[in-house]
């Protein structure tokens, strides 16, 4: 059953590979201009074509192969597969050191004139015409030399020493190994030439520090003393709930203890800081002074708290806690691990069993977030799919060219993202017509004659 091609066909400049023509030892039916086939009469055999100057068709062998000015074709053999020979139609011997010529004449390459000749032009001088088998000399000048090994010429700066000084005072220095005092010359040796070294003095000055009276080092030690106030200092652990310090007993922190820029106690009871319910405090928490108060002049504020969260974690309360992933059948797919100390939560999909999709698709639930009510629903399969083939693909019935609208809408960087297939209704066969996506929203159905039968247009959106 031949494929029915209801519009022109265009490849585009692609080949048709293995292709046959037609047979028949007569033409086909509704014969028009350019209609080929390929005859087996015998005797024939030939591939022909239609040809609307002689309403006929003509062999396709048909050949004429005339003289040109300078080669010449030959037909031996016989139909239908001729032997077409070619020759050069050139007076003269050719050879290795010949050419053609426009009159169709061999010639020898040395009378072209200036074949081996050629200039030579300098910086200044010039140009100087240079003759087949002549030599050039490239010669070297001021700090330059030439050096010609084989067929290869260097052009390079000559190589000398270099001089420290002027011309009349020319040095050239060795490394110098002798000791240099505080008040000694810099002593220089082996010059090539005459002159006086330069020198330099007082190179190395070495200054002794004498001793230092105990007055001058209490001075310093109270200078830093005083510039390193307010560090940090541990005083000891405290009962948040009470104030009383756990070393020495007698001490309260909240109504007779100095306070010192710095100071560091450590909650070892809990307790609300100051009787300050807002700021509660438990064991490993700590509280800094950053603001010195006489003793039972304390406030809350002279404090700066630091949490440990050393506490155990609950549903309203941050604190020290683990996270399992549940084991119940419908909590499944949850992994947790741990690096470092931090936990990381995530769906293990690919640990789940394999489900084997006995039951009917309404008995399988997708989960689907809904945008208009910013809730998280679950979807049942069967409808799922039924929604999104509706907004994605449909069918339509049409009897000649026309034009269809989407029932959906692309974008221009995928308005080719569509399959469009034609179906006679009759036949049940795939058709094929002239698709033309015309926008994002329509497609054009074109047809060169009109369908002898009603045509489905199935249509669907891909990505």
Same mark, same amino acid.
Not at 149 to 173: C, E, F, H, S, W
Not at 264 to 283: D, H, I, Q
């Given at each position: 059953?031949?494929?029915?091609?209801?519009?022109?066909?265009?490849?585009?400049?692609?080949?048709?590979?293995?292709?046959?023509?037609?047979?028949? &030892?007569?033409?086909?039916?509704?014969?028009?201009?350019?209609?080929?086939?390929?005859? /087996?009469?015998?005797?024939?055999?030939?591939?022909?074509?239609?040809?609307?100057?002689?309403?006929?068709?003509?062999?396709?062998?048909?050949?004429?192969?005339?003289?040109?000015?300078?080669?010449?074709?030959?037909?031996? &053999?016989?139909?239908?597969?001729?032997?077409?020979?070619?020759?050069?139609?050139?007076?003269?011997?050719?050879?290795?050191? +010949?050419?053609?010529?426009?009159?169709?004449?061999?010639?020898?390459?040395? &009378?072209?004139?200036?074949?081996?000749?050629?200039?030579?032009?300098?910086?200044?001088?010039?140009?100087?015409?240079?003759?087949?088998?002549?030599?050039?000399?490239?010669?070297?000048?001021?700090?330059?030399?030439?050096?010609?090994?084989?067929?290869?010429?260097?052009?390079?700066?000559?190589?000398?020493?270099?001089?420290?000084?002027?011309a009349a005072d020319n040095y050239i220095m060795n490394q110098a190994?002798?000791?240099?005092?505080? /008040?000694?010359?810099?002593?220089? =040796?082996?010059?090539?030439?005459?002159?006086?070294?330069?020198?330099?003095?007082?190179?190395?000055?070495?200054?002794?520090?004498?001793?230092?009276?105990?007055?001058?080092? /209490?001075?310093?030690?109270?200078?830093?003393?005083?510039?390193?106030?307010?560090?940090?200092?541990?005083?000891?652990?405290?009962?948040?709930?009470?104030?009383?310090?756990?070393?020495?007993?007698?001490?309260?922190?909240?109504?007779?203890?100095?306070?010192?820029?710095?100071?560091?106690?450590?909650?070892?009871?809990?307790?609300?800081?100051? &009787?300050?319910a807002a700021t509660p405090l438990t064991p490993g928490d700590s509280?800094?002074?950053?603001?010195?108060?006489?003793?039972?002049?304390?406030?809350?504020?002279?404090?700066? +708290?630091?949490? =440990?969260?050393?506490?155990?974690?609950?549903?309203?309360?941050?604190?020290?806690?683990?996270?399992?992933?549940?084991?119940?059948?419908?909590?499944?797919?949850?992994?947790?691990?741990?690096?470092?100390?931090?936990?990381?939560?995530?769906?293990?999909?690919?640990?789940?069993?394999?489900?084997?999709?006995?039951?009917?698709?309404?008995?399988?639930?997708?989960?689907?977030?809904? =945008?208009?009510?910013?809730?998280?629903?679950?979807?049942?399969?069967?409808?799922?799919?039924?929604?999104?083939?509706?907004?994605?693909?449909?069918?339509?019935?049409?009897?000649?060219?026309?034009?269809?609208t989407y029932p959906f809408t692309l974008t221009a960087a995928t308005?080719?993202?569509?399959?469009?297939?034609?179906?006679?209704?009759?036949?049940?066969?795939?058709?094929?017509?002239?698709?033309?996506?015309?926008?994002?929203?329509?497609?054009?159905?074109?047809?060169?004659?009109?369908?002898?039968?009603?045509?489905?247009?199935?249509?669907?959106?891909?990505?």
């Amino acid at each position: 059953m031949a494929i029915p091609f209801l519009n022109n066909i265009t490849l585009n400049n692609n080949e048709i590979q293995n292709v046959r023509l037609q047979n028949g &030892g007569s033409p086909p039916l509704s014969s028009g201009p350019g209609q080929i086939y390929f005859d /087996t009469t015998a005797g024939d055999e030939t591939a022909k074509y239609y040809s609307n100057i002689t309403d006929t068709f003509v062999s396709l062998k048909e050949y004429t192969f005339p003289a040109g000015s300078f080669i010449t074709g030959t037909v031996t &053999g016989t139909t239908p597969k001729p032997i077409i020979t070619f020759d050069l139609s050139a007076t003269g011997t050719p050879d290795a050191t +010949v050419y053609l010529r426009g009159d169709n004449a061999w010639a020898p390459i040395s &009378g072209i004139p200036g074949t081996y000749n050629w200039t030579l032009q300098g910086d200044t001088g010039g140009p100087t015409a240079i003759p087949s088998a002549s030599a050039v000399f490239v010669i070297g000048g001021q700090d330059l030399e030439t050096t010609l090994v084989g067929t290869t010429l260097t052009v390079d700066l000559k190589v000398g020493p270099q001089g420290y000084g002027d011309a009349a005072d020319n040095y050239i220095m060795n490394q110098a190994t002798e000791v240099i005092a505080s /008040t000694d010359t810099i002593p220089f =040796s082996g010059f090539t030439s005459g002159g006086t070294p330069p020198s330099i003095l007082n190179v190395v000055k070495k200054t002794t520090l004498g001793t230092i009276p105990v007055a001058a080092l /209490t001075l310093v030690k109270n200078y830093i003393d005083e510039s390193v106030t307010g560090l940090l200092q541990f005083i000891g652990g405290f009962n948040a709930n009470t104030g009383d310090l756990d070393s020495p007993l007698t001490t309260n922190l909240y109504t007779n203890t100095t306070l010192a820029v710095g100071d560091l106690y450590v909650v070892s009871t809990a307790g609300n800081f100051f &009787g300050n319910a807002a700021t509660p405090l438990t064991p490993g928490d700590s509280v800094i002074v950053q603001t010195a108060a006489a003793a039972g002049a304390a406030v809350e504020a002279d404090f700066i +708290v630091v949490q =440990s969260d050393t506490d155990l974690a609950t549903l309203a309360t941050v604190g020290i806690g683990n996270v399992n992933a549940s084991t119940l059948d419908n909590e499944l797919g949850i992994e947790v691990a741990y690096a470092a100390g931090t936990a990381k939560v995530g769906l293990d999909i690919d640990g789940l069993a394999v489900d084997s999709l006995g039951e009917s698709p309404q008995d399988y639930f997708i989960p689907i977030y809904n =945008s208009p009510d910013t809730i998280n629903n679950k979807a049942r399969l069967d409808e799922l799919l039924a929604f999104a083939n509706s907004v994605t693909s449909k069918a339509y019935t049409i009897t000649d060219t026309a034009t269809i609208t989407y029932p959906f809408t692309l974008t221009a960087a995928t308005q080719n993202d569509t399959i469009i297939q034609l179906v006679d209704t009759v036949t049940n066969e795939t058709v094929y017509a002239d698709v033309d996506r015309i926008s994002t929203t329509e497609v054009t159905i074109t047809f060169a004659t009109t369908p002898t039968n009603s045509v489905r247009v199935l249509v669907q959106k891909i990505g």
